[in-house]
């Protein structure tokens, strides 16, 4: 059994200038992903695409900064519907007061989604190749975040066996019970095997939307698996069917994972822009 180290949030104080891991982490996601976006330039079918059709350094950079603006906006408004809709309708002006806590991924996603709709209109591009695109470059940021999560010693997990070897206590969760490091769970599922999977997947080209829809899928599931290792929001505990709030947002990504990738096989191949 093991205890939690209280990691001190702030990696580095420079007189009122307080650097905390947490942001470091997002830096490192950020970095993470324009590195992975520009070897995503050497993969087919963007290696090929030609004239105005041709992917740049600089289509990432402007995915990037678009993408962080959906995760931010998607993830809070996604977690005042989600989780606290009856809260945050009687105090509406609290849903920008972000500093206070409260992101939801799969809000974030949506939010994603409608940043990459907006990139593939402004540059005439099909959304789902601008989907397949990013996909691959996703995971890497999620399991910075997760490390993010294990520093700040939040979201941990239910309890588990005294018997577990890597059973955690987080004295600060109001219980000396050994609990299941969820946050490590994640890093490892969602992160760094969903990354594994999807990147090795996207290195042959696909048809379009199928990378998106490996994405879809392949999170879906290993956050319904880690979900029954995480504890529960303790506002909202086990729902319907004995399933997370998490999970039950899951399953719309697994069911719409397959039906993408299975309307995506049926579809011809994306033909190639030229120059003109």
């Not at 290195?203 to 490996?214: C, H, I, L, N, S």
């Amino acid at each position: 059994m093991l205890t939690y180290p209280h990691i001190d949030p702030v990696a580095l104080q420079i007189g009122p200038l307080a650097i905390h891991w947490y942001g470091l982490t997002y830096l490192a996601a950020f970095g993470l992903f324009m590195l992975l976006g520009n070897l995503r330039l050497r993969h087919e079918p963007f290696a090929s695409l030609t004239g105005s059709a041709a992917w740049s350094r600089k289509d990432v950079e402007d995915i990037l900064f678009l993408g962080v603006a959906g995760v931010v906006a998607g993830g809070r408004l996604g977690y005042c519907l989600f989780y606290k809709p009856g809260y945050y309708l009687s105090h509406p002006l609290e849903i920008f007061a972000v500093w206070q806590g409260g992101m939801s991924f799969h809000g974030g996603l949506l939010g994603v989604i409608v940043a990459m709709i907006w990139f593939a209109r402004s540059r005439q591009r099909p959304w789902l190749q601008v989907a397949d695109f990013v996909a691959p470059c996703v995971p890497t940021g999620l399991a910075a975040g997760r490390v993010g999560n294990f520093i700040n010693g939040e979201l941990w997990g239910r309890f588990a066996s005294p018997d577990l070897p890597w059973g955690m206590v987080f004295a600060h969760s109001g219980s000396l019970q050994p609990r299941h490091p969820s946050q490590v769970y994640q890093f490892l599922m969602e992160g760094l095997l969903l990354f594994i999977l999807l990147w090795l997947y996207a290195r042959k080209e696909r048809r379009q939307g199928q990378v998106a829809a490996a994405f879809l899928f392949g999170y879906g599931v290993f956050r319904f698996i880690a979900e029954y290792f995480r504890e529960p929001d303790a506002f909202l505990g086990i729902l319907s069917l004995g399933m997370s709030m998490g999970q039950w947002l899951c399953l719309p990504m697994i069911v719409g994972g397959i039906a993408l990738w299975l309307w995506a096989q049926r579809q011809p191949p994306a033909a190639r822009r030229v120059p003109a």
